[in-house]
């Protein structure tokens, strides 16, 4: 982490006055961060993700500014991880001002802010708000299969539902990384490739045995 650092913050703390090519770097920087904080987060490494993710952050708004879609971004994933450390009070208004930036910036009824509504309900559920979880997966839901079609959510909710059942030792989160997969590959879609089909999906509920020992 220490070299990672030092490599790009010197970076992130010039890009205020970008040049075109320095707004180049500093992009790159900011999708170091992010693929360092993915990836220390699938780990269960989640406190260095942390750090890395509020680096990110960091750079996002000074690079793209506070209502950018990438700071948004950056916001989710520190929201994210925020709630797997129990933090969800410190991780509601990151999501809460994820979703602000997107719907202003995307519009009310993109699939960024149906996958916005679908994380802040997901942590509202973690949380015992169900009744606040309920409105905005639901909502969520709606926006999803009028962006996407009915099909492609059919298949995916169908599939992730077969592969649970299949395996349940697996949990939930395996089941619908899977049914993404089968969804990619599906014959006659060649569209539902794109991550504007299967990416806006989130699972709600437990992960199943095997994500408790991630």
């Not at 913050?9 to 500093?26: E, H, N, S, V, Y």
């Amino acid at each position: 982490m220490r070299s990672f650092r030092a490599r790009y913050l010197p970076l992130a703390l010039a890009c205020l006055a970008c040049t075109p090519a320095q707004a180049q770097r500093a992009g790159k920087a900011w999708l170091g961060f992010k693929r360092t904080t993915d990836s220390l987060y699938e780990k269960g490494q989640y406190e260095l993700a942390l750090e890395s993710a509020r680096k990110a952050l960091e750079l996002a708004e000074r690079k793209a500014g506070s209502l950018h879609t990438e700071t948004a971004t950056s916001l989710e994933d520190l929201a994210r991880i925020l709630g797997e450390l129990g933090r969800y009070a410190e991780a509601a208004p990151l999501h809460l001002r994820a979703l602000e930036i997107r719907e202003k910036a995307l519009g009310p009824e993109h699939p960024d802010v149906a996958a916005s509504l679908g994380s802040l309900g997901d942590l509202y559920r973690a949380q015992g708000e169900y009744g606040k979880a309920s409105s905005l997966l639901e909502r969520s839901l709606a926006i999803r299969e009028k962006a996407l079609g009915p099909d492609a959510t059919v298949a995916l909710t169908t599939a992730t539902l077969r592969e649970y059942q299949a395996h349940p030792e697996r949990g939930k989160a395996e089941a619908h990384r899977r049914a993404m997969l089968r969804l990619m590959r599906a014959p006659g879609h060649p569209e539902w490739a794109h991550p504007f089909y299967w990416a806006p999906f989130v699972v709600v509920g437990e992960g199943g045995p095997g994500a408790a020992k991630r």
